[in-house]
């Protein structure tokens, strides 16, 4: 009886080592289901959806392997058909697996509220009060010594205009606009997201950032890009007919390059956008035989110094 004992302790021993390995192996693997990390603050995000992988996959894996062992080892013998045997409530167990899913919970939400606050996103409660920006914190991947100063201070503002059915991108130091968002690599970057009818939102992937821009407010958006390349910004906020269209290229490029896409464009002369929402409502309207839902018009296609 006392080597079942043992043997018993031993197998779950191995059993738990054997659940926590592979839940950690998942978690490792949950990176590669992303896009390439291309701003700081991606890994802040990824960071948290591995531990959220790995805490699942150990509770899936441990619940099932439980049932697994159950099953195999507790089966009753065939032909048995005699009641188990009766068990009263134990009230340290039920304590117990009470108390854990609470502590996980309150795990989880400091963990995820620590990533929204590092992130620097506004929530419903800064854009009622509206007071100054919310001081955002560069994500953990920006280096920390002296000579990355440049990766703590907003270097670069462009102004973001959201409206139905285009991005607008304005740069103040060159008064440069345009259709693409560029970027310099490694600088903080400030953006002042405004909307011009209703709710957007400014969403990129590869960032992992989403920022709700709302009418009648400005909302300052912080982070640091990283990796240099071509992304995709989208309306994460279904904003009307066409919001499909609603999405914009995202240009990361070294400083180098960046500044030179700014004095290139600066001698561009500004020309209409193209608009893809605008065509197609055009398209529709003249039309014989109306068809699809009835739509706002798409707004005015802007000018810009560079497409």
């Known amino acids: 009886m006392k080597i079942q004992k043992i043997l018993n302790i031993l197998t779950l021993i191995t059993g738990a080592i054997a659940v926590t390995t592979t839940s950690l192996w998942i978690g490792k693997q949950a990176y590669s289901w992303l896009p390439p990390q291309a701003a700081a603050e991606s890994r802040l995000i990824d960071d948290l959806i591995s531990f959220l992988v790995t805490l699942g996959a150990f509770i899936f894996l441990g619940v099932t392997s439980t049932l697994m062992y159950s099953v195999i080892f507790h089966r009753a013998k065939k032909d048995d058909y005699s009641d188990g045997p009766p068990i009263e409530g134990n009230i340290t167990l039920e304590v117990v697996w009470t108390a854990i899913p609470i502590l996980l919970v309150f795990w989880i939400a400091g963990y995820s509220y620590q990533v929204y606050e590092q992130m620097g996103i506004q929530g419903p409660m800064?854009?009622?009060?509206?007071?100054?920006?919310?001081?955002?914190?560069?994500?953990?991947?920006?280096?920390?010594?002296?000579?990355?100063?440049?990766?703590?201070?907003?270097?670069?503002?462009?102004?973001?205009?959201?409206?139905?059915?285009?991005?607008?991108?304005?740069?103040?130091?060159?008064?440069?606009?345009?259709?693409?968002?560029?970027?310099?690599?490694?600088?903080?970057?400030?953006?002042?997201?405004?909307?011009?009818?209703?709710?957007?939102?400014?969403?990129?992937?590869?960032?992992?950032?989403?920022?709700?821009?709302?009418?009648?407010?400005?909302?300052?958006?912080?982070?640091?890009?990283?990796?240099?390349?071509?992304?995709?910004?989208?309306?994460?906020?279904?904003?009307?007919?066409?919001?499909?269209?609603?999405?914009?290229?995202?240009?990361?490029?070294?400083?180098?390059?960046?500044?030179?896409?700014?004095?290139?464009?600066?001698?561009?002369?500004?020309?209409?956008?193209?608009?893809?929402?605008?065509?197609?409502?055009?398209?529709?309207?003249?039309?014989?035989v109306k068809t699809g839902w009835t739509t706002v018009a798409p707004a005015v296609a802007p000018l810009v110094n560079a497409h």
């Open 126 to 288: 800064e854009h009622v009060h509206f007071h100054l920006p919310m001081a955002m914190q560069s994500a953990s991947a920006a280096p920390k010594d002296p000579a990355s100063d440049a990766l703590t201070e907003p270097v670069e503002k462009i102004d973001v205009l959201a409206k139905q059915w285009a991005w607008v991108f304005h740069y103040p130091q060159k008064d440069i606009t345009s259709t693409e968002l560029h970027l310099p690599s490694d600088r903080r970057v400030r953006l002042a997201l405004q909307s011009a009818d209703v709710l957007h939102g400014f969403y990129i992937p590869a960032f992992r950032l989403k920022q709700d821009v709302i009418p009648n407010h400005t909302i300052d958006f912080e982070f640091t890009p990283t990796r240099t390349g071509e992304y995709r910004l989208t309306d994460s906020q279904y904003s009307g007919t066409y919001f499909a269209t609603m999405q914009a290229n995202v240009v990361v490029e070294s400083p180098e390059d960046y500044h030179q896409w700014l004095a290139q464009a600066a001698t561009q002369k500004p020309s209409v956008a193209n608009n893809q929402a605008a065509s197609e409502y055009a398209q529709a309207s003249n039309q014989s």
